[in-house]
C-alpha cells in the first residue's frame, strides 16, 4: 500500500515530509484494526450470536471508519500539491497514477467500513423490534417465552433470554409462536400489526381483543389444514386454560412453519422450496436437528445462488453424510468450510468435501477444518498444488502434529 506514494513529498500543517511517512501512523492502525477485525469475524462465523464479538466488531468498525476518515482527508488535503508536481514534473507518471489508486482504494475502504457498520445497525434495529413484538405479545396473552419452549427449542428460548438472539431467530420465534397462538389458519400479517400497534398508542387490552379476533376468524377455518379433522384452540382458550393444539395439528405445523421459514429464508421460487424441504428432512435423517439442518441448507443455497438446485441439494446431502460419520463434525460449519475451500481450490463443492472426507478418515481433527482453507489460499499463493495441500495436512496427522497451524507455518517458510 505504502509503495503507492513512495518518493513523494508533501507539506502538511507547514511541515515537509514524505507522504508515506505522514500516513504511517494511520496505515499502522488500519493494519491493527483489520486485524483484528478478521479475528473476531472468525469467532463470528461460528458464534454469530455472540454479543462480546459483535459489541468488539461494532467498536472496531467504528474505529476503521474513523481512522480511514483521517487518511483521506490527508490524503485530499495533499492532492493538490500532488497534482501540481505531477505537472511540474517533480514526480513521475507512475507515482502519480500511484497516489491516485491510493486515493480510490481509501475511499473503497470507508464505504465498505461504513456499509459494514450500517448493516449492523440495521441488524440492532430489528432486533430491538424483533424483541419489542414478542415482549407486547407475552404481556398482552400474560405469557412467556418459556411458554412455547415446545415449539421453539431450548436454545432458542435462551438466546431470547439473555437477548443473544439475531432478528432472523426473533423473526422464526414469532412466526412458531404466532402459529401456536392463532392456528395455522390466522393471518400472521395482522398479528405483527396488532402487536406493532401499541407503539402507535393503542393500549395492551386493545391488542388482547384484536387477538381475539384474529384468533375467531382462524377458527372458522379449523378442519384447513390437510384432512385433519380436529379443533384449534384459540389464543384465550390455549393460554388461559394451558392447553394447546393436538400433536396431528402440531405436526402440521412443523411442516407449514418449515414453509414459512423457507419462504422468509430463501429467495426461491415454489418448485425449488419443495427441494430445499426434501433436502432438510433427508439431513434430519443423519441426525442432524432441524434446525442446524436448516441453517446449513440455507447457507448451500445462499453461497452458491448460481448452481441448480439438483446440484446443491446433493451436496448438502453429501455433507450430511459425513457430519454423521465423523463426530464432532458441525454440519453447518461443515457447509461454510466446503464452500471457502472450494473458491480457494478452484474445485467443486463436491471435490471440497472429498478433501475433508479423506482427511477426515486419516484422523484430522474435525475442529481444525477452518485450516484448510485458510492456509491451503496462503500455500497455492505460495505455488503450492493442491494435491501438494492435503500431503501436508495429512503430514500433520501421520506425525501427530494437531497443531496444525504450526506445521503449516513450518512449511510455508522453506
Same mark, same amino acid.
Given at each position: 500500500?505504502?509503495?503507492?506514494i513512495?518518493?513523494i513529498?508533501?507539506?502538511?500543517d507547514?511541515?515537509t515530509s514524505s507522504?508515506?511517512?505522514?500516513?504511517?501512523n494511520v496505515?499502522?492502525k488500519s493494519k491493527?484494526?483489520?486485524?483484528e477485525?478478521?479475528?473476531?469475524?472468525?469467532?463470528?462465523k461460528?458464534n454469530?450470536n455472540s454479543t462480546?464479538?459483535?459489541?468488539?466488531?461494532q467498536?472496531?468498525l467504528?474505529g476503521?471508519?474513523?481512522?480511514?476518515?483521517?487518511?483521506?482527508?490527508q490524503l485530499?488535503r495533499?492532492?493538490a500539491?500532488v497534482?501540481?508536481?505531477?505537472?511540474r514534473g517533480d514526480?513521475?507518471q507512475?507515482?502519480y497514477?500511484g497516489?491516485?489508486r491510493e486515493l480510490?482504494?481509501t475511499?473503497?475502504?470507508?464505504?465498505?467500513?461504513?456499509?459494514s457498520?450500517?448493516?449492523?445497525?440495521?441488524?440492532q434495529q430489528k432486533?430491538?423490534e424483533?424483541?419489542?413484538?414478542?415482549?407486547?405479545f407475552?404481556?398482552?396473552a400474560g405469557? !412467556?417465552?418459556?411458554?412455547? =419452549?415446545?415449539?421453539?427449542n431450548?436454545?432458542?428460548?435462551?438466546?431470547?433470554q439473555?437477548g443473544?438472539a439475531t432478528?432472523r431467530?426473533?423473526?422464526?420465534a414469532?412466526?412458531r409462536i404466532?402459529?401456536?397462538?392463532?392456528?395455522s389458519?390466522g393471518d400472521?400479517n395482522?398479528?405483527?400489526?396488532?402487536?406493532?400497534s401499541?407503539?402507535?398508542?393503542?393500549?395492551l387490552? %386493545? $391488542?388482547?381483543r384484536e387477538?381475539?379476533?384474529? !384468533?375467531?376468524e382462524?377458527?372458522?377455518?379449523e378442519?384447513?389444514?390437510?384432512?385433519?379433522e380436529?379443533?384449534?384452540?384459540?389464543?384465550?382458550?390455549?393460554?388461559?386454560?394451558g392447553g394447546g393444539?393436538?400433536?396431528a395439528?402440531?405436526e402440521?405445523?412443523?411442516?407449514?412453519?418449515?414453509? #414459512?421459514?423457507i419462504d422468509?429464508?430463501f429467495?426461491?421460487?415454489?418448485?425449488a422450496q419443495?427441494t430445499i424441504?426434501e433436502?432438510?428432512? #433427508?439431513?434430519e435423517?443423519?441426525?442432524?436437528d432441524t434446525?442446524?439442518?436448516?441453517e446449513?441448507?440455507?447457507?448451500?443455497?445462499a453461497?452458491n445462488?448460481?448452481? #441448480?438446485?439438483?446440484?446443491?441439494s446433493?451436496v448438502a446431502?453429501?455433507?450430511?453424510t459425513?457430519?454423521r =460419520?465423523y463426530?464432532?463434525?458441525?454440519?453447518t %460449519?461443515l457447509i461454510?468450510?466446503?464452500?471457502?475451500? =472450494?473458491?480457494?481450490?478452484k474445485i467443486s463443492n463436491?471435490e471440497a468435501?472429498?478433501?475433508?472426507?479423506?482427511?477426515?478418515? #486419516?484422523?484430522?481433527p474435525?475442529?481444525q477444518?477452518?485450516t484448510?482453507?485458510?492456509?491451503?489460499d496462503q500455500?497455492i499463493?505460495?505455488?503450492?498444488e493442491?494435491?501438494? $495441500?492435503?500431503?501436508?495436512?495429512?503430514?500433520?496427522?501421520?506425525t501427530k502434529s494437531w497443531n496444525?497451524d504450526?506445521?503449516l507455518?513450518?512449511?510455508l517458510?522453506?
Amino acid at each position: 500500500m505504502a509503495s503507492r506514494i513512495k518518493g513523494i513529498t508533501i507539506e502538511l500543517d507547514a511541515n515537509t515530509s514524505s507522504l508515506e511517512g505522514a500516513l504511517s501512523n494511520v496505515n499502522k492502525k488500519s493494519k491493527d484494526l483489520q486485524n483484528e477485525l478478521k479475528d473476531v469475524e472468525r469467532l463470528l462465523k461460528f458464534n454469530p450470536n455472540s454479543t462480546a464479538a459483535l459489541a468488539q466488531k461494532q467498536e472496531l468498525l467504528t474505529g476503521a471508519v474513523q481512522n480511514t476518515t483521517n487518511k483521506l482527508e490527508q490524503l485530499k488535503r495533499a492532492e493538490a500539491q500532488v497534482q501540481q508536481q505531477f505537472e511540474r514534473g517533480d514526480i513521475s507518471q507512475e507515482q502519480y497514477r500511484g497516489f491516485q489508486r491510493e486515493l480510490a482504494q481509501t475511499e473503497q475502504a470507508l464505504q465498505g467500513y461504513q456499509n459494514s457498520l450500517s448493516d449492523m445497525q440495521q441488524e440492532q434495529q430489528k432486533v430491538a423490534e424483533g424483541t419489542r413484538r414478542l415482549t407486547t405479545f407475552f404481556d398482552a396473552a400474560g405469557t !412467556s417465552v418459556e411458554d412455547y =419452549a415446545g415449539v421453539l427449542n431450548q436454545r432458542l428460548v435462551r438466546a431470547i433470554q439473555n437477548g443473544t438472539a439475531t432478528s432472523r431467530d426473533l423473526e422464526y420465534a414469532f412466526q412458531r409462536i404466532g402459529r401456536e397462538a392463532i392456528g395455522s389458519e390466522g393471518d400472521i400479517n395482522q398479528l405483527r400489526t396488532a402487536l406493532n400497534s401499541v407503539d402507535s398508542g393503542n393500549s395492551l387490552q %386493545e $391488542v388482547r381483543r384484536e387477538l381475539q379476533r384474529i !384468533s375467531d376468524e382462524a377458527s372458522e377455518a379449523e378442519n384447513s389444514i390437510g384432512d385433519l379433522e380436529v379443533g384449534i384452540e384459540n389464543v384465550a382458550g390455549a393460554l388461559v386454560a394451558g392447553g394447546g393444539i393436538s400433536e396431528a395439528v402440531e405436526e402440521a405445523l412443523d411442516y407449514a412453519d418449515l414453509n #414459512t421459514t423457507i419462504d422468509i429464508s430463501f429467495d426461491v421460487d415454489e418448485e425449488a422450496q419443495k427441494t430445499i424441504i426434501e433436502t432438510i428432512r #433427508t439431513v434430519e435423517s443423519y441426525g442432524v436437528d432441524t434446525e442446524a439442518s436448516l441453517e446449513g441448507v440455507r447457507r448451500q443455497w445462499a453461497l452458491n445462488k448460481n448452481a #441448480t438446485d439438483e446440484n446443491n441439494s446433493a451436496v448438502a446431502k453429501l455433507a450430511g453424510t459425513v457430519t454423521r =460419520a465423523y463426530s464432532g463434525v458441525d454440519f453447518t %460449519e461443515l457447509i461454510q468450510e466446503t464452500n471457502e475451500i =472450494a473458491a480457494t481450490f478452484k474445485i467443486s463443492n463436491e471435490e471440497a468435501l472429498g478433501l475433508v472426507d479423506t482427511l477426515l478418515k #486419516t484422523g484430522y481433527p474435525p475442529d481444525q477444518l477452518d485450516t484448510i482453507a485458510e492456509y491451503g489460499d496462503q500455500m497455492i499463493r505460495a505455488g503450492f498444488e493442491a494435491e501438494k $495441500v492435503q500431503a501436508v495436512m495429512q503430514a500433520g496427522v501421520d506425525t501427530k502434529s494437531w497443531n496444525i497451524d504450526n506445521l503449516l507455518d513450518k512449511t510455508l517458510s522453506l
